[in-house]
């Protein structure tokens, strides 16, 4: 006998905020389904909830062709996330663009413990996927319910409830054009027991992906030197830099020269660049995708004790490798010694190593600048490692329902350096005593030391971020009212964070690494309460209100509001809307992560030293002028040092926000819906981007910190409270299914987000600038120095046809143009078409327990667009784009 979903039930459903989130542990999946669809009449979207809920399903994640969650979070248009092409963090999601550490991350409607390092935002890449029934993604945010601190929305990763059988599927993405950026997935699922019948269910679930590196040169075709040259970016334009053959100076001539400059340079390791010096050549070492490998593992139990009593546990384990790559180890100063090749050495230039001699040179000792091609890519591997475990018991107690929660997380994150980095201090001895020839290829011997002094495989990098939670919720009816049962839900929860990190010793011995050894430990402990009334005065008009009271053990009480509403005169129409307050602390990394001195890393992009490099057009790399008796190289058109870490004056930002929206169902099978929002926030807590300080030098000269000879010690660029952010838009969807034919069933669907306002403030009080269709004044801070970018409209398209055990989807992401980042010439400025890919799948299920599913990603083979970004080496929007290009993707499943 089916169980009938009761008004108490209901109720649970809007209280959490997440349309069907209680029902999920409620009732069969039978009956799910008749209410969780969504888009096919205006009265099932009435009965959800008063807020904006997009929902994805596995079963769509596998019809579109996806292989990771990032595919996912890249084509919501209500996300302004990066692409994980270069993030050794992983995939993460920064909805409505204002940070990914104010997108509340959930699986399950609980949290889990964040990746280790910023301890800001979760890993997406750990969530098993193919454990997944569906993800919702509440696009009102500051949920009074999961936290305050919630500010951009809140994206909940809901596993299938139960599952019988056994299923293994394989997929495969090969990319048409030859090169990595090849993956592979595979899945294997078992399940027992009848939940219904048997009162129990256990099942578990492995997935494992893999994705090789696409090298730069791959892809050779996206930055050739004549893309580059027409941008502003020639790569010829640098000079006197790192590179194989060495460029040196001398204490008397700072002029960088290179001995094999007329004979070309020695490709492919470099070319020529300007001023009689050789360059590396960037194209030859770069990735543009990072190689990654992915295996998560997921099992749930639920027992079913009675119609009211139902317990689950579930356990989940992700982990994941991101291979980084950078230009080959360089021969930096350690320890206070620079690089120093003396006369005594074979290698002088018209020594008896057969290096070309130098005009002019008398013997003198030169300083060289060296990238050790030998080593080939200096790499590391990222290691991360996430645990939960979460208990849930629900029930019905006299006249109140509960739930009742507890859970556990444990993130663990540690780097390696993997290859191609060695001891600092080792390798300028070996260029001193004549060992290594910074002027080409090494012989035996000189191979030999460089094994001799490797430091491959040592840890440089430990953290933990842990999350321990309890939670427990009460509902009941107080009184019947026109519409229905008045409903009352009050809640409680308890958490502790904790976060440790360790940069080990190895980083003062590797100089390339540019980091210095550090520790940092801290925890934070949150207390919440929290009230939720239901109130449907009418039929037609419902009310809900909630308050949320938080105490942080380190910055105290803050009690937020949130109310809404849903208005429904028809069943063809429907308004809805709501309010809210939200509250969100520093990250433990933010404010107690490590804090060291002096430079911590370098600059993402090359710069003028505005001081030492002067006269130039602001923020244009390569137009300044070295100081005399500098060296060029040095101090223009060069990454420079930078200073990040914590920030012990960081207060919370605060934020407030509405939404108003209308779903309207003008014809039958069409369902259309527009929601406004709007978010402020005050206070904001964000990294400065790189371009802020060398635009306006002269405003931010106090963040320049420079040593006593003016030399630049560090740019400080540790996240701050900034001014305010403003941002609004209107959410956009509309669902139509056209009316059966003998040739299938064919719908239409359109999701799409069109900002009105993008605005930041740097700092208390001054001006607000719009960033909508521009790269921006803030930065994502915790995953990057990048400024976000902010597209004016953003959709997802898609038409789909099933006939029988035929089905097809073909999906257009899309976003608008934007100005560039211009920090060029004049004559190179330049606006950025806009973007937009095609994919196409088909799925087949006529053949027994077997489905197949084939497509092309990228049908059109849509490049990525052109930047003169000067962070974005080789000339395209890698973070916002894929560079490779159209790509077969087939899936095989298999039911046992």
């Not at 280790?116 to 969530?127: E, K, P, Q, R, S």
């Not at 020529?272 to 997921?298: H, M, P, R």
């Not at 950025?832 to 092309?856: D, H, L, P, Q």
């Amino acid at each position: 006998m089916k169980k009938k979903v009761t008004s108490r039930s209901a109720f649970m459903l809007s209280s959490v905020s997440i349309a069907v989130l209680t029902l999920v542990n409620q009732v069969q999946a039978e009956e799910i389904q008749k209410v969780e669809v969504t888009g096919s009449s205006i009265r099932r979207l009435a009965t959800e909830a008063s807020l904006p809920v997009t929902m994805v399903t596995g079963e769509e994640l596998e019809k579109r062709g996806m292989t990771t969650l990032a595919d996912l979070m890249m084509a919501l248009p209500e996300s302004a996330s990066l692409a994980p092409s270069n993030a050794g963090s992983g995939t993460n999601i920064n909805l409505r663009g204002l940070g990914v550490n104010r997108t509340l991350v959930l699986l399950n409607g609980r949290r889990l413990a964040n990746e280790a390092i910023a301890d800001g935002y979760a890993n997406l890449d750990v969530i098993p996927m193919s454990a997944i029934a569906r993800v919702e993604i509440l696009r009102d945010g500051a949920s009074s319910i999961y936290g305050s601190d919630a500010i951009g929305g809140v994206v909940n990763f809901i596993t299938k409830r139960t599952f019988e059988g056994k299923t293994i599927s394989a997929q495969l993405v090969q990319p048409q054009k030859n090169g990595g950026a090849d993956e592979q997935r595979i899945s294997g699922t078992v399940g027992f027991g009848n939940l219904a019948q048997d009162g129990w269910n256990w099942y578990a679930t492995v997935d494992a992906h893999r994705r090789s590196r696409l090298a730069a040169s791959d892809r050779a075709e996206l930055s050739t030197n004549d893309i580059l040259t027409s941008i502003g970016r020639a790569p010829a334009l640098g000079s006197g830099g790192y590179s194989m053959p060495a460029n040196f100076t001398t204490a008397t001539n700072k002029n960088a020269q290179n001995p094999y400059y007329a004979s070309g340079c020695q490709s492919p390791y470099s070319m020529q660049g300007a001023k009689n010096t050789c360059i590396l050549n960037d194209a030859a070492y770069g990735s543009a995708l990072y190689g990654n490998e992915q295996v998560t593992f997921y099992t749930k139990f639920t027992k079913r004790f009675n119609e009211d009593h139902t317990l689950t546990v579930d356990y989940m384990r992700g982990q994941e490798y991101i291979l980084g790559t950078k230009n080959p180890t360089t021969s930096l100063a350690a320890n206070g010694v620079t690089a120093q090749l003396p006369s005594s050495s074979k290698w002088y230039p018209g020594g008896s190593g057969g290096v070309p001699a130098v005009a002019g040179l008398k013997g003198e000792p030169l300083t060289v600048t060296w990238s050790v091609a030998d080593l080939g890519l200096a790499t590391t591997k990222d290691k991360q490692v996430n645990q939960r475990i979460a208990v849930n018991d629900e029930g019905r107690i006299a006249s109140w329902d509960y739930k009742l929660g507890f859970v556990y997380g444990h993130s663990l994150r540690e780097n390696y350096y993997d290859s191609g980095y060695v001891s600092g201090a080792d390798l300028l001895k070996g260029i001193s005593n004549g060992t290594l020839n910074p002027f080409g290829l090494q012989d035996s011997a000189g191979l030999a030391y460089l094994k001799s002094i490797s430091v491959d495989g040592a840890l440089n990098r430990h953290s933990v971020s842990t999350f321990t939670g309890v939670d427990l919720t009460v509902s009941r009816e107080l009184s019947n009212l026109a519409g229905g049962p008045m409903m009352l839900a009050l809640g409680t929860d308890y958490h502790r964070d904790t976060t440790e990190d360790q940069k080990t010793d190895i980083t003062n011995i590797a100089t390339y690494a540019g980091a210095s050894p550090s520790f940092a430990k801290s925890s934070r402990n949150v207390a919440a309460a929290y009230a939720e009334l239901e109130v449907p005065l009418t039929k037609e008009l419902n009310l809900n209100f909630a308050v949320r009271d938080d105490h942080f053990s380190d910055f105290g009480n803050t009690i937020n509001p949130k109310a809404s509403f849903r208005y429904q005169p028809t069943k063809e129409l429907m308004f809805r809307g709501s309010a809210n307050t939200g509250f969100r602390a520093p990250t433990l990394f933010d404010r107690y992560g490590y804090r060291l001195p002096g430079a911590t890393t370098k600059t993402a992009a090359k710069w003028d030293d505005p001081v030492q490099c002067p006269g130039g057009t602001p923020g244009v790399a390569g137009t300044g002028k070295a100081l005399p008796g500098l060296v060029a190289s040095t101090v223009c058109n060069t990454t420079l040092p930078k200073q990040t870490g914590s920030n012990a004056d960081l207060q919370p930002e605060k934020s407030k926000g509405y939404t108003f929206g209308l779903v309207v169902e003008p014809l039958k099978n069409l369902t259309v819906s527009a929601d406004y929002w709007h978010i402020e926030m005050t206070d904001m807590l964000a990294n400065l981007p790189e371009q802020v300080y060398f635009t306006n030098p002269q405003k931010y000269a106090d963040l320049f910190v420079r040593n006593a000879d003016g030399s630049l010690a560090f740019i400080k660029n540790v996240t701050m409270n900034l001014g305010g952010q403003k941002a609004s838009g209107i959410d956009v969807s509309l669902a139509y299914a056209f009316p059966k034919t003998s040739a299938g069933n064919f719908k239409v669907k359109l999701d799409g987000t069109y900002l009105t306002q993008f605005d930041n403030q740097l700092e208390k009080d001054s001006p607000y600038v719009s960033n909508i269709g521009r790269f921006g004044a803030a930065s994502n801070g915790t995953t990057s120095s990048m400024p976000i970018i902010t597209f004016r409209w953003k959709h997802t398209l898609s038409l789909s046809w099933d006939r029988g055990d035929w089905a097809s989807q073909l999906t257009q992401n899309f976003n608008t143009g934007y100005h560039d980042q211009n920090l060029v010439a004049p004559e190179y400025f330049r606006d950025i078409e806009s973007y937009s890919i095609w994919n196409w799948t088909v799925n087949y299920r006529g053949f027994k327990n077997m489905a197949i599913s084939a497509g092309i990603s990228n049908l059109l083979n849509a490049r990525p667009p052109v930047t003169n970004h000067n962070a974005y080496t080789y000339g395209y929007l890698s973070s916002a784009a894929s560079p490779v290009g159209r790509a077969l993707n087939v899936r095989l499943s298999y039911d046992f």
